[in-house]
C-alpha cells in the first residue's frame, strides 16, 4: 500500500462504480489485513546490489552483510539512456503537481538579458554560476534556460538539485541521469572513469559547495558545461574555481505590479498600485514577495465574495429595510504585514493547511508528500492543503518535492507555530517508521522523501522528553535499510549516525551495535578503511557482550575484508576458527609416594581436545607418604577418619584392660599398642613383616610369630607369611594358617586396624606389668591409608562386617585360652 502512488479506486472514482456498484463500500486494499483469519505474513525487503568490487546484501532484520563479489555476478556495462528515457526521467523528477485548480503560470519579467547571456556561455562549453538572493527568481530563470539548451549536448540537459549534497552525490546523480545501471553503484575510480566522458549541460539549483569541493566536481566532468545557481555568499567561493558569474538583481516597479496583476488575475487599484509601490521599495524588488503580496489581495478578494454572498437576504428581498448592501470592503494589509505575510496568509487558510506548516515548521521547513498529509493531519482532503500552500506563495520547488520558501519559516516560528514542534515531529517519525518499513514502499519513493525523513529525526534526538531517542532509533531502523537499497548512500550515512547517536540516549545497546556494524560496512563500501575497522571492531565487542553471535560472525567477515584490503592481520578469531575455552576439570595429580588409589572423583575426560600439562618437581625434604595426603582438599576427609580410628583404638585398649584386670594374665598374652604398621618403600604397599631366623611356623604353616622390637623398645609380636595368589596382602587367619584368598576371607566393612594381634605367644613367659594407663597413640601411628586393600588389616573370624571395635575384642578374647607353643 504506497501512499505516493495511489489509484483512482482509493478516491471513490474507479470504473467500476457505476450504476448500483456505486452505493457500495469499497473493500479494504490493505495486504495486512485481507480478512479477520491468518494474515500473510510480512515479508523483509531484502536487496543484493553491487558496489565496487563487493556485493552488498542489504537485510533490515539482521543487518547488512558484505562478501567479495564473484565473477559471474559481475554487472554488465552501464548503458545510455535514450533522449525519451531523460525525458520521462525528467517528468518523474519534477515536483509534484499541487491538487486542486491550476495555479497561473508566472511570467518570467526582466530577465531576458540574463538568460540570452547563460545560453551563449552554456553553448561554448563554458561554466556559469548564478548568483542572487533568496526569492531573486533563479529557480524560474534555469527553468527557462534548460528549454533553450535541450538540444546543445549530446546527452541532454541534467536537472539536479544541490540542497544538502556533496560532490560525490551530486556526481553520483549525474551518473544516475545519464546512464542505466540498475543496482549498481560503482565505487570511486569506475564512476570517475564513468562521468569522464559524459557531455550534457548540468543545472545545479540551491548549490552549497565551494573551493576544493566545487574544484573536483568540475575537474571530473570536463566533457560538461555547468549553469550553478547559488547564494549571493557563495560568490567568493566559486571565484576561485574561475566560473563566468552572474547576478540577478529585484525586478523594477513596473515589473513588481505586473507580476501582482497576474497573481491576482485582475488589475490593480490605484489604492493597491500605491500600496504596491511602497511594497516594491521596502522589498528591493524580490519577486517573491509580490507573488506573496499578491495572494494576500487574493484573498481579500475571496473574503469580499464571500461576505457578499452570505449576507444576502435571498428568502425575502422585502426583508431588507434599505435594499441590497454594498459588499463590504476590507482595508489593505500593512506595510510591516505585506513585507512578511507569511503569518497573516496562513491565518485564511484551511485548518488542515495551517497543521501543514506546523508540521513543515517542526521538520525545519520540510513539507512532506501530499500523500503522507491526511494521515499526519488527520483530514482524508488535508492532501489539497498542498495546493493551497503553494498558491499562497508559502512554498518552493526542491528537487521533487517542496518546502517552505525563503523567509517563511522564521515567519512562522515568530507567530507561534513552533509552541508544539516536538510532538508534531513525533507524529511524523512515527508515521514515517511504518511507511518506510512498508513492503510496498519502494526505495526510490523512500529516498525521493529522505530529507522530510531525516528532519524528523534529528528533531527527536536531543530532545528532553522521554521516548523521543526510542522513536529516532526505529525511524532510523527502518528508513536506513531502504536508503541503503535506494544507492542515496548520504541519506543512509546520516539515518546511521542519527540512530547510533539516538540509541545510545536511550541506552539501546543492541541497536547502537547494528548502526555501528552499518556504519562499518558503508565505510568499507566507501573505500575508509579505517573508519570501517573502527566501527566494525565496536560492534563486535558490543554484540559479543550481547551474546549475539550471528551478528558478531557477519562482523567478523566485514573485518576480515578490511584486513584483506588494507594488508594487516585480523586481531579478531575468524569465525570459522572459533574453538570452546580450555577446560581445567581434570583431577590433580597425587604427589609422589602417595599410594595409588581410585580418586574419590572420577575425571572427566574432554573429546574435543587433548590438555597435557607438566607436574611440578616435589622439592627436596616434602613430607611424603601420608603427610602428602594431608594436603589437598582431602584434608579434612582424612582427619574425620582418623578421629573414627582413634576412638576404635582407644575402645580396644579399654577392653583389653578390663578383660585381664580379674586375674594374672597368661604368658605371651601382652598386647600393646606401640606397634603401627609402618610403610614399605619397596612395593609400593604395606607387606608383613619377616620371620626371624630359627623361629618354627606353627604347624608347618607360612605363618609365624617373632619378636622384634617396637619403637619404644618394648619387644611386640608380628605376624610374617607369605600370602597366596589372589589374596589380601597382610590376610593371615588367627589360626597361623595362610588365607585361602576367597573373597569372604577380606574385610567387607572397609575401616582399617590400627594395631596387630599377636597370633603366637613369645617362648619366654612374661611377667604381667604394672597398672598403666595405656599410652594414646600419635596420629603418625595410627593413621592408615584410606583404602582397605592398601592397609593391613586383622583378618575377622567370621564373614560378617563389623565396626574394629568389635573384631579387636572378639579376635583377643578366644585366643586367651591357647596354650603358648615353643619352638
Not at 506573496?292 to 464571500?306: C, E, K, P, T, Y
Not at 596382602?729 to 594358617?737: D, H, L, N
Amino acid at each position: 500500500m504506497d501512499p505516493t502512488n495511489r489509484g483512482p479506486e482509493e478516491y471513490g472514482h474507479g470504473n467500476d462504480r457505476s450504476g448500483d456498484d456505486g452505493g457500495r463500500r469499497r473493500q479494504s486494499r490493505d495486504p495486512l489485513t485481507p480478512d479477520f483469519g491468518h494474515q500473510a505474513p510480512q515479508q523483509s525487503r531484502t536487496v543484493q546490489l553491487i558496489s565496487g568490487d563487493f556485493l552488498l546484501t542489504v537485510n533490515p532484520v539482521d543487518g547488512s552483510e558484505i562478501e567479495p563479489c564473484r565473477p559471474g555476478e559481475r554487472p554488465d556495462a552501464p548503458v545510455r539512456h535514450t533522449a525519451a528515457q531523460r525525458v520521462e526521467r525528467e517528468r518523474a523528477a519534477a515536483p509534484p503537481v499541487p491538487p486542486g485548480p491550476p495555479a497561473p503560470q508566472m511570467p518570467l519579467l526582466e530577465r531576458q538579458e540574463e538568460r540570452e547571456r547563460l545560453v551563449r556561455m552554456l553553448a561554448r562549453g563554458r561554466s556559469v554560476c548564478l548568483t542572487g538572493p533568496a526569492g531573486s527568481g533563479r529557480t524560474a530563470l534555469l527553468d527557462a534556460v534548460a528549454a533553450d539548451c535541450a538540444d546543445l549536448a549530446p546527452d541532454g540537459v541534467v536537472r539536479l538539485s544541490g540542497y544538502k549534497r556533496t560532490v560525490t552525490e551530486l556526481l553520483h546523480g549525474l551518473f544516475e541521469a545519464v546512464y542505466r545501471s540498475p543496482l549498481h553503484r560503482p565505487d570511486r575510480e569506475g564512476l570517475a572513469a564513468l562521468v569522464h566522458g559524459i557531455g550534457a549541460v548540468v543545472l545545479v539549483d540551491d548549490l552549497e559547495l565551494g573551493g576544493a569541493a566545487l574544484q573536483e566536481l568540475l575537474d571530473a566532468t570536463p566533457e560538461c558545461a555547468f549553469l550553478l545557481a547559488a547564494a549571493p555568499d557563495m560568490s567568493a567561493q566559486t571565484a576561485e574555481a574561475n566560473l563566468e558569474e552572474v547576478a540577478l538583481t529585484g525586478l523594477g516597479r513596473s515589473a513588481s505590479i505586473e507580476l501582482m496583476e497576474h497573481v491576482v488575475e485582475r488589475a490593480l487599484t490605484d489604492e493597491e498600485a500605491n500600496w504596491a509601490g511602497d511594497l516594491w521599495f521596502e522589498s528591493e524588488g524580490l519577486p517573491l514577495r509580490f507573488v506573496q503580496a499578491g495572494a494576500l489581495l487574493r484573498q481579500r478578494d475571496d473574503r469580499s465574495i464571500g461576505q457578499e454572498t452570505t449576507d444576502g437576504y435571498d428568502d425575502d428581498p422585502d426583508d431588507t429595510p434599505f435594499g441590497r448592501p454594498e459588499p463590504a470592503g476590507f482595508p489593505l494589509p500593512s506595510l510591516g504585514e505585506g513585507a512578511a505575510p507569511a503569518a497573516l496568509l496562513a491565518s485564511r487558510l484551511s485548518e488542515a493547511a495551517r497543521e501543514t506548516l506546523r508540521f513543515a515548521v517542526a521538520l525545519g521547513g520540510e513539507v512532506p508528500h501530499q500523500a503522507h498529509l491526511p494521515a499526519l493531519v488527520g483530514d482524508t482532503h488535508a492532501d489539497a492543503a498542498l495546493g493551497e500552500l503553494a498558491g499562497s506563495g508559502l512554498l518552493s520547488p526542491a528537487g521533487p518535492r517542496y518546502r517552505l520558501a525563503a523567509g517563511v519559516l522564521a515567519q512562522l516560528e515568530a507567530s507561534g507555530y513552533g509552541e508544539d514542534a516536538d510532538a508534531h515531529a513525533r507524529g511524523a517519525a512515527q508515521h514515517f517508521t511504518w511507511w518506510a518499513g512498508h513492503p510496498s514502499v519502494t526505495p526510490e519513493r523512500a529516498v525521493a522523501e529522505a530529507d522530510a525523513v531525516l528532519a524528523s529525526m534529528v528533531r527527536l534526538v536531543p530532545g528532553e522528553t522521554p521516548g523521543q531517542a526510542s522513536v529516532a532509533v526505529l525511524l532510523a531502523r527502518s528508513a536506513a535499510p531502504a536508503f541503503a537499497a535506494g544507492m542515496h548512500w548520504g541519506a543512509w550515512e546520516k539515518s546511521l549516525r542519527t540512530g547510533q547517536e539516538a540509541a545510545r540516549i536511550a541506552g539501546e545497546v543492541a541497536e547502537e551495535a547494528y548502526f555501528h556494524h552499518e556504519l562499518g560496512v558503508l565505510a568499507l563500501c566507501t573505500g575508509h578503511l579505517d573508519r570501517a575497522r573502527a566501527e566494525l571492531e565496536v560492534s563486535i565487542g558490543m554484540r559479543g557482550a550481547l551474546a549475539d553471535k550471528p551478528g558478531a560472525v557477519a562482523g567478523r567477515r566485514a573485518l576480515a575484508l578490511v584486513a584483506d584490503r588494507s594488508g594487516e592481520p585480523v586481531h579478531s578469531t575468524p569465525a570459522a576458527e572459533e574453538v570452546p575455552a580450555p577446560r581445567h576439570d581434570a583431577s590433580a595429580v597425587p604427589p609422589a609416594g602417595t599410594p595409588s588409589a581410585a580418586p574419590l572423583f572420577p575425571r572427566v575426560h574432554e573429546t574435543s581436545a587433548t590438555l597435557v600439562t607438566r607436574q611440578a618437581p616435589r622439592a627436596a625434604g616434602a613430607p611424603g607418604g601420608r603427610d602428602g595426603l594431608l594436603r589437598g582438599a582431602r584434608r579434612n576427609l582424612v582427619a574425620v577418619g582418623a578421629g573414627a580410628l582413634l576412638a576404635a583404638v582407644l575402645g580396644t585398649v579399654v577392653t583389653l584392660g578390663a578383660t585381664s584386670g580379674g586375674g594374672e594374665e597368661p604368658e605371651g598374652q601382652n598386647v600393646t599398642t606401640e606397634q603401627s604398621a609402618t610403610e614399605d618403600d619397596g612395593e609400593g604397599g604395606l607387606p608383613a613383616d619377616e620371620p626371624a631366623e630359627g623361629e618354627a611356623t606353627d604347624g608347618g604353616s607360612a605363618g609365624g610369630a617373632s619378636e622384634s622390637p617396637g619403637p619404644s623398645g618394648t619387644p611386640g609380636p608380628s605376624t610374617s607369611g607369605t600370602p597366596s595368589p589372589g589374596a589380601s596382602e597382610t590376610g593371615a587367619s588367627p589360626s597361623g594358617t595362610p588365607s585361602s584368598g576367597s573373597p569372604s576371607d577380606r574385610p567387607t566393612d572397609g575401616s582399617p586396624s590400627a594395631t596387630k594381634k599377636p597370633t603366637k605367644p613369645p617362648t619366654t613367659p612374661t611377667t604381667k606389668p604394672p597398672t598403666t594407663p595405656p599410652t594414646e597413640p600419635t596420629p603418625t601411628e595410627t593413621t592408615p591409608t584410606e583404602t582397605p586393600t592398601e592397609t593391613p588389616t586383622e583378618p575377622e573370624t567370621s564373614n560378617s562386617a563389623s565396626g574394629p571395635a568389635e573384631t579387636v575384642t572378639a579376635s583377643a578374647t578366644e585366643d586367651l585360652p591357647a596354650s603358648p607353643t615353643t619352638a
